[in-house]
């Protein structure tokens, strides 16, 4: 998948960098970049069945119906998003990982310091890559039980993170 790049800069260590974002109509549509900021890939989210098995489970946990979509990030509560931030944190760890690394979806990492603290998305464009689309085929392999199974540990493995308690 051909997508496009835009200015991004940490604000921690000021290095400035290319980071491909999709555009807003591409609904259902992700880029995933790697822990370390160095790999990316294109995740179109309607060609995966692990998406609703993954879905599924921590709409479970959660105690929320198994819609298709996830809350809106209009005004929604703090345990929507929360929802959310599970939800596609599951996600990066259910992906084929990229030479031993999970991913993320579509927020940036300085591939310099690996800092998340980047302001991007100003609209300056700088140029296009290709972003070769990923998989789940480890997943996949799995049964429905093991997978329904893998999910909660994540969801368990994320609740007790620092990332998850802010730290």
């Known amino acids: 998948m051909n997508v496009s790049t835009f200015r991004a800069e940490c604000l921690d260590c000021g290095y400035v960098f290319a980071f491909p974002l999709l555009p807003e109509e591409?609904?259902?549509?992700?880029v995933v970049v790697s822990e370390t900021g160095m790999a990316l890939g294109y995740l179109n989210s309607f060609a995966h069945p692990a998406w609703d098995t993954i879905h599924n489970v921590v709409s479970e946990h959660f105690g929320t119906?198994?819609?298709?979509?996830?809350?809106r990030f209009g005004a929604v509560r703090p345990r929507a998003l929360e929802h959310v931030e599970v939800f596609q944190w599951v996600v990066?760890?259910?992906?084929?990982?990229?030479?031993?690394?999970?991913?993320?979806?579509?927020?940036?990492?300085?591939?310099?310091?690996?800092?998340?603290n980047v302001s991007y998305g100003n609209g300056q464009l700088v140029g296009a890559l290709?972003?070769?689309?990923?998989?789940?085929a480890a997943f996949d392999h799995l049964?429905?039980?093991?997978?329904?199974?893998?999910?909660?540990?994540?969801?368990?493995?994320?609740?007790?993170s620092e990332e998850h308690r802010g730290a």
């Open 92 to 116: 990066g760890r259910c992906i084929d990982s990229a030479h031993g690394h999970s991913w993320h979806l579509s927020y940036p990492v300085c591939s310099q310091c690996r800092s998340r």
């Open 143 to 160: 049964t429905p039980e093991h997978q329904s199974s893998r999910v909660r540990e994540l969801i368990a493995e994320y609740e007790s």
């Open 26 to 30: 591409a609904f259902g549509e992700f």
């Open 65 to 71: 119906s198994t819609r298709r979509t996830l809350p």
């Open 130 to 136: 290709e972003a070769p689309s990923i998989s789940f």
